[in-house]
């Protein structure tokens, strides 16, 4: 009896990238159908735009001149152990270092790259006064990631934010 290992074995290696190229075009088509939801789903003019959740504040990303931005709306600790407003103290610049850190715009530059991807955007931390290249991740979910980095994309960090329901 003559089983289909047999027969691979016979006709030798062009029998085994034949094979190969149906297992690849096969695992493609797989592939392409289990991706093609979530694409499509941020294709659908899904857009970050609107108020999200961090760690310690909640941030408004908005559009302007098509590209997104983002600044601090409201912060989970407004006032320092003290009663001060809190300030933009870690700023380079002394004469930023007074200006008040809710209503500060410290994302911008964000520009589409593809679907649920913006790119080629700058980060400002307030807590340690640098400013990072970044970009933006959003599936048209309830998360929207961003990540900052400095040079390249690996040498950095992502945050997750959530999006505040209305």
């Given amino acids: 009896m003559q089983t289909e290992f047999n027969r691979i074995r016979d006709r030798g290696w062009t029998a085994f990238y034949i094979t190969f190229r149906k297992f690849a075009f096969f695992a493609l088509v797989v592939a392409s159908s289990a991706i093609s939801p979530i694409a499509a789903k941020a294709e659908q003019g899904s857009s970050p735009v609107g108020l999200w959740k961090t760690e310690d504040a909640q941030v408004e990303i908005f559009e302007a001149d098509g590209k997104l931005s983002g600044k601090?709306?409201?912060?989970?600790?407004?006032?320092?152990?003290?009663?001060?407003?809190?300030?933009?103290?870690?700023?380079?610049?002394?004469?930023?270092?007074?200006?008040?850190?809710?209503?500060?715009?410290?994302?911008?530059?964000?520009?589409?790259?593809?679907?649920?991807?913006?790119?080629?955007?700058?980060?400002?931390?307030?807590?340690?006064?640098?400013?990072?290249?970044?970009?933006?991740?959003?599936?048209?979910?309830?998360?929207?990631?961003?990540?900052?980095?400095?040079?390249?994309?690996?040498?950095?960090?992502t945050a997750v934010w959530t999006k505040v329901k209305e």
């Fill in 72 to 157: 601090i709306a409201a912060l989970n600790k407004e006032y320092t152990s003290d009663g001060i407003e809190k300030t933009d103290i870690s700023n380079p610049d002394p004469a930023k270092r007074s200006r008040p850190l809710i209503g500060l715009v410290f994302m911008t530059g964000f520009t589409p790259e593809g679907p649920g991807r913006w790119d080629h955007g700058t980060v400002y931390d307030p807590k340690t006064g640098h400013t990072y290249a970044s970009f933006l991740e959003y599936d048209g979910g309830d998360t929207v990631k961003l990540r900052g980095y400095i040079g390249i994309s690996l040498i950095g960090r």
